[in-house]
């Protein structure tokens, strides 16, 4: 196998490591403030996700550092021609993270409001923006023969991104929401249920339309390939686990979903890493956009040595922060405020 190719597959596993693991994180925030009415139960949702969320996000910065130094043309093309969705992105992660820090440094209400609502808007914002940046590359921008995009921010918002876009934001919903079932108990838990059951109706339509379309838009007709079909099959499975209160094998599910949409997306994509709306000859691919054979081989020595270990500490780290936990235990008793 090629390294451009095997550098392909690895920044197609980082994406898909991301939101497998940062999806539910993402889902997470944008219902922290819908599963419960009281302080201490959306403390609770916050707090299934405290430990864990930074190193969760750390997968972003990997992959998007695998692709400046495994392809960078592909980055130098993305990142100038996605430039003002980037940022909007940037600034959505960042208030995203301040969120976490700032919304319990004061008990004021309106305090308190304005950090849940950065909380949801920045969660919403960053599986909004990069679905539709993912979208971006299978559809198709405008690029010139130099490998250098010629089109506007108005290019950027295709049917099909969009809806990308808004796939995987509903799958992060279900994905969080499925995530606080298991991680917390009595009110809180009973209304994430209850709002899976409600989110899954439309995750599961929007991954029936989105899966076929994606692959005629990747120019292999309308009926899916084996791992389409497996995505499908398991966000019809999430919906009816959850249904019948099976949230283990729920959240299985859902990660299955997530995971496999991304790893499809990857797979109609290859062997092009940008389409050129302008003309096919334009693509940018694993081939044309590579770095040198010195630099992946390189490259491909630090991730064998260190991926493994990396994998091992988030591992343990799950496993130390495994327990459930319930509303009462940010429940501040009256004599505790004076």
Known sequence: ???????????????????????????????????????????????????LWDGNEVWLIVAAAAMFAAFPAWYATMFSGFYPALILLLVGLIVRGVSFEFRGKSDSPRWIRTWDALLTTGSLLVPLLIGIALGDLLHGVP???????????????????????????????????????????GEVHDRALWLARRIAPFTIL????????????AGGGVLPDVLELVTMLAALAAGWLLAERHEGWAFVATTVVIGTTILSFFADLYPRLM?????????????NSASGAYALKVMSVVAIVFFPLVLAYQGWTYHVFRLRISAEQFDVPEAGRD
């Open 143 to 185: 690029i010139d023969q130099s490998q250098e995009f010629t089109g506007g921010l108005g290019d950027l918002f295709s049917g099909y991104a969009v809806f990308a876009g808004i796939t995987l934001v509903l799958l992060c919903l279900l994905h969080g929401a499925t995530f606080i079932t298991l991680k917390t108990t």
């Open 1 to 51: 196998m090629a390294l451009a190719t095997f550098w392909f597959i690895v920044t197609a596993a980082l994406w898909t490591g991301f939101f497998v693991l940062e999806g539910f994180d993402l889902g997470v925030g944008m219902l922290h403030t819908f599963v419960s009415r009281e302080e201490p139960g959306r403390r609770a949702a916050i707090n299934t996700i405290g430990p």
């Open 206 to 217: 929007a991954v029936l339309v989105f899966q076929p379309w994606t692959h005629s838009v």
């Open 275 to 287: 389409v050129s709306s302008t003309n096919p000859a334009f693509d940018l691919t694993v081939h």
